[in-house]
């Protein structure tokens, strides 16, 4: 009888334990906190400031990846706007496609050079507007060329500076596709910087669309990291914004 009767108290004590602790944490959370939150010598605590603006951060990672996300979707419009789909024709006939994008907000468009040919007709599809489109500037020794098109007000990007690129950094490819209805439609690609061996820049994106020639490599902050190119040997490369600077000056130049 004894043994019972103590093991009834202990029981019983522990019972008391919880329902006082499960009472202490309610006034805690519902009453102390939301009043000490107020004070100013609180507000010097991150914890006691996300309180009393009613936000709590239960998982800081989480928090960082949903951040990230948006900021991706903000840069990913930015980015289609600046975006052309582009077509070389040669009598009326359909010879080459790729993904350009507006250089300046008065009519220069990046476009792959192996696409510029003599007797060819260029259409450079900006904005879901179909526009006829001139070469401003071409060498066979540069993988990039421009094209102007009559058009002002093109959204531009910022360029990156190559000697800020990192390892590791998460990046995003953007291009323009075609349907079956010949749309053009924007597709992206996400990845992180690889490797940067000399000229070009490496990544883990794979990308097999054909029309991802021509289409543009984005880092967090919106900028142009670089161009990247469909090479039937290598398969994708991608030219640093350095080289899109240096194609425009001597363009200018010429």
């Not at 007797?119 to 507007?129: F, I, K, L, M, P």
Request: charged share 15%.
């Amino acid at each position: 009888m004894p043994k019972k009767k103590s093991t009834a108290k202990i029981i019983a004590k522990w019972f008391l334990i919880l329902v006082v602790g499960a009472a202490g944490g309610f006034l805690l959370n519902y009453a102390l906190l939301p009043v000490l939150a107020k004070t100013n010598f609180c507000q010097r605590w991150p914890f006691f400031r996300n309180l009393s603006q009613g936000t709590t951060i239960i998982n800081q990672t989480q928090q960082t990846t949903i951040t990230e996300n948006l900021a991706w979707q903000k840069i990913t419009d930015q980015t289609i706007r600046s975006l052309a789909g582009i077509e070389t024709t040669l009598n009326k006939k359909t010879v080459g496609q790729a993904t350009g994008f507006a250089l300046t907000n008065d009519g220069l468009v990046v476009a792959p050079t192996d696409l510029i040919a003599k007797d060819r007709q260029y259409t450079v599809n900006y904005s879901g507007e179909d526009l006829p489109a001139t070469v401003f500037f071409s060498d066979p020794k540069i993988s990039l060329s421009l094209l102007k098109i009559d058009k002002n007000n093109l959204s531009v990007l910022a360029l990156a500076d190559d000697t800020q690129i990192k390892l590791s950094e998460p990046v995003l490819l953007a291009g323009l596709n075609r349907d079956l209805q010949q749309n053009w439609l924007p597709f992206v690609n996400q990845g992180i910087i690889s490797g940067l061996p000399g000229k070009n820049i490496l990544t883990t994106i794979t990308e097999k669309n054909p029309l991802a020639h021509g289409s543009l490599l984005i880092n967090l902050s919106g900028e142009i990291i670089g161009v990247n190119l469909i090479d039937a040997k290598q398969g994708l490369i991608t030219l640093p914004a350095s080289q899109i600077k240096a194609l425009l000056e001597q363009a200018l130049k010429k």
